[in-house]
Every structure is written in structure tokens, then in C-alpha cells.
């Protein structure tokens, strides 16, 4: 199985000369080098955007989470299925969209304020978030209740289904005083309990007990006896380690609705999972393309945060194509951090007298903008 894609977004001031460096493929190997381009944004004060800054650390987590959700979603209800093939975003492969990201200016207006595109974006993405995630448990739902039901179907004698093993002739029906149980008694016990069933509270109809049914566990039979007794019997039975079928009661109706039961159930888990999977995919794309447009915001107020207004900053992605993408980055994440630890100051070295508003940004400081994204 290929690597999940590995990506570093980085932001630099223009007159670092960053593209030229930045194609000396930082941390050795091969890679790919994108311009990650940034709109410019309503911006009224830094003070405003150090307060924005939090929360859009704090939403970057969260719908790097959703997206990872949605592929969990997706690789458990279709487990044989490569979701490379359906990592899609608006039509195109994941890699494709970041390489070639641009703002999408019909849906997240510029006119509107940083904070209103925060919330705008953010709140759509996880609205589609808990569809899925509800869509999900409909769908568990719905599977647990068809694997009970083929149990029922082709299980052994003491859980199935006994539509189409029991008659009608096999019971007393519309009786004031008598009822019939059906018992299911391992092979191992059948000469016991047919030699002490009567006995086992008072008023069990003598030589009642009928064979309906047997399979290589269990045996099937019926006994008759008082109403007044069905509950004395039942539990004297289970300390015999026979299993009364206290979940059954014979009824042309019940019956009915047991012979519809797996269908149902079968055609509802089919249904559910179509629906899962449909919604997943939607979401992938819709929520993931939520997340880049988090990520660059982020990547821009932090920008004008660490290099001041006006905004003079180029942005890039750099995809990591090797065999061991993780341990490239890290590589290249060292490398550039040395070419351009010089932004920092003399502060950056010695920890202290950073930007009044860049040391607040991370808690992590680095000297310019950069994220590391692994995508799901």
C-alpha cells in the first residue's frame, strides 16, 4: 500500500528569495513544489488577528479530525475497497487540489471579514460532520439488526427463527388455562428431559412433549402445561440448562412478521450502507476543502502576524514522494528552519525579544510559517 501523502506549507517573507531555495529540495529526495495561493483578506487590526489566531489552531485540529473520521468511516464500511480511488475533492485527486489551491471566491466571499469566513467555513463542515457521524450509527444500527437476524435464520436451534419449522397443529391455541412452551434441550440432555419435564412444576400436561425440530446441538420440543405454571417451568428449566424460547409466542401475525424480518432487515443494512458511503464521499471532499480554506487563512494571518503589513509573503506547498515521506520532511523541516532561522532575529536563537505578535501565535515558535499535513 502506497504512503499517505506528506506536505509542508510554507510561508516566507518576498525578499527571502524563497522559490529559488526552496527548489534545492529541501530534506534530499524527490518532492513536489506548488505556489499555495492566498487571497488578500479584509484585515482591520493585529490585535484582532493574534485573537483569531487561537481559534484557528483550534479548528485546523478539528477538521483535520473530521476528514480523518470520514476515511475511518469509509474504510470500515467498505474494508476491501482502496479509498485512493475515492479520495476526491471537488472532482480531483486530494494532491491535485492542494497543488493547485485557489480561493473559492462564488462560495467564501471576500467582502466579508476573516472572522465571518471562520465561521462561515467552519460551521458548514461540521454540520456535515455530525450528518455523517449520525448516518454512521443509523448504519451500525441498522447492520447489527440484520446480523441478528441471520443469526436467527441460520443459527442453531436455541436462537433462530422457528417460522418455518413450528405448525399450528403443534400448539394449543385460544386456551383460557393451558399454554404451550417450546424448549430447546441439548442432545446430551434429551433422555433426561424426557424422563423429568413432568416433574418440574405441578400441572404439566403428561406425554405433551413433542420432537418439532433437531440439529447437531439441540433438540427441539414443545410442552403443555397451565398458564398459572409457564413461569415456574421456564426457570426450572434453565436450572436444567435447557433453553426455553421465551422469545417466541406462536401467532399467525408473529410468524408473518418473522418471515419479513430478514428481508427487511437485509434490505435496510443495504440501504443505510449506500447511504453512509454516498454521504462519506461528499463529505470528504466538502469538509476537506473546509480544512484548506481554514489552513489558508491560518497561513495568512499568521503571515502578516510574523512579517507585518502590508502583506509581502509568498506561499507554498511541498508534496514528499519518497518511500519514507515522514522521515524526509522531518529532514527537510530542519533544513529549511536552518536557511531561514535568520527571519527570527537574533531572538529566534536566543528565545527571547521575538515580534510582539508572532511569539503569541504558536507555542511552538518557528521563525516563519510552517505546517507539516499528512493526508488521510
Known amino acids: 500500500m502506497d504512503q499517505p501523502p506528506q506536505y509542508l506549507l510554507v510561508s516566507l517573507p518576498q525578499s527571502a528569495n524563497s522559490r529559488a531555495t526552496l527548489e534545492l529540495q529541501p530534506g534530499g529526495g524527490p518532492q513536489l513544489l506548488s505556489e499555495f495561493k492566498l487571497p488578500d483578506f ?70 466579508k471579514s476573516i472572522k465571518e469566513l471562520v465561521d462561515l467555513i467552519s460551521q458548514e463542515a461540521l454540520l456535515l460532520d455530525n450528518d455523517v457521524r449520525q448516518s454512521y450509527q443509523q448504519y451500525q444500527t441498522a447492520k447489527s439488526n440484520f446480523a441478528a ?10 436462537i433462530r427463527s422457528l417460522h418455518d419449522i413450528v405448525k399450528p397443529e403443534q ?16 442432545k446430551s440432555s434429551v433422555a433426561e428431559f424426557k424422563k423429568t419435564y413432568e416433574k418440574l412444576t405441578e400441572f404439566v400436561i403428561p406425554r405433551s412433549a413433542q420432537n418439532i425440530a433437531q440439529d447437531s446441538e439441540w433438540t427441539l420440543f414443545t410442552v403443555t402445561l397451565f398458564k398459572k405454571y409457564q413461569n415456574e417451568f421456564i426457570t426450572a428449566a434453565r436450572e436444567q440448562k435447557w433453553h426455553p424460547r421465551t422469545d417466541f409466542t406462536y401467532s399467525e401475525e408473529n410468524l408473518n412478521e418473522l418471515r419479513k424480518e430478514f428481508d427487511l432487515t437485509r434490505a435496510t443494512e443495504a440501504k443505510t450502507k449506500n447511504d453512509v ?26 503571515s502578516v502576524l510574523r512579517y507585518g503589513l502590508p502583506p509581502q509573503f509568498d506561499s507554498y506547498s511541498i508534496r514528499f514522494v ?40 504558536d507555542s511552538e515558535y518557528e521563525p516563519f510559517v510552517l505546517y507539516s499535513v499528512e493526508i488521510v
Not at 437476524?149 to 436455541?158: E, M, Q, T
Not at 518511500?323 to 532575529?345: S, T
Open 42 to 111: 479584509q484585515i482591520k487590526t493585529l490585535d484582532q488577528l493574534v485573537q483569531i489566531s487561537e481559534e484557528l489552531a483550534k479548528i485546523d485540529s478539528t477538521l483535520g479530525a473530521s476528514v480523518a473520521k470520514v476515511v475511518d468511516v469509509l474504510s470500515n464500511v467498505e474494508p476491501n475497497r482502496l479509498f485512493a480511488e475515492t479520495r476526491q475533492v471537488n472532482k480531483r485527486p486530494v494532491t491535485n487540489y492542494i497543488e493547485s489551491f485557489s480561493w473559492n471566491t462564488s462560495k467564501y466571499r471576500l467582502d
Open 149 to 158: 437476524a441471520d443469526r436467527k435464520r441460520n443459527g442453531d436451534l436455541s
Open 171 to 186: 400448539f394449543v391455541l385460544d386456551s383460557e388455562y393451558l399454554t404451550t412452551i417450546v424448549v430447546a434441550v441439548p
Open 277 to 302: 458511503i454516498r454521504l462519506a464521499k461528499t463529505a470528504y471532499s466538502e469538509i476537506f476543502s473546509s480544512w484548506f480554506h481554514i489552513k489558508a487563512i491560518r497561513i495568512y494571518v499568521e
Open 322 to 361: 519518497s518511500n519514507n515521506p515522514e522521515q524526509q520532511l522531518q529532514k527537510a523541516k530542519k533544513e529549511l528552519i536552518n536557511k531561514f532561522g535568520y527571519l527570527g532575529g537574533d531572538g529566534f536563537s536566543q528565545g527571547n525579544n521575538l515580534h510582539e505578535y508572532a511569539s503569541l501565535v
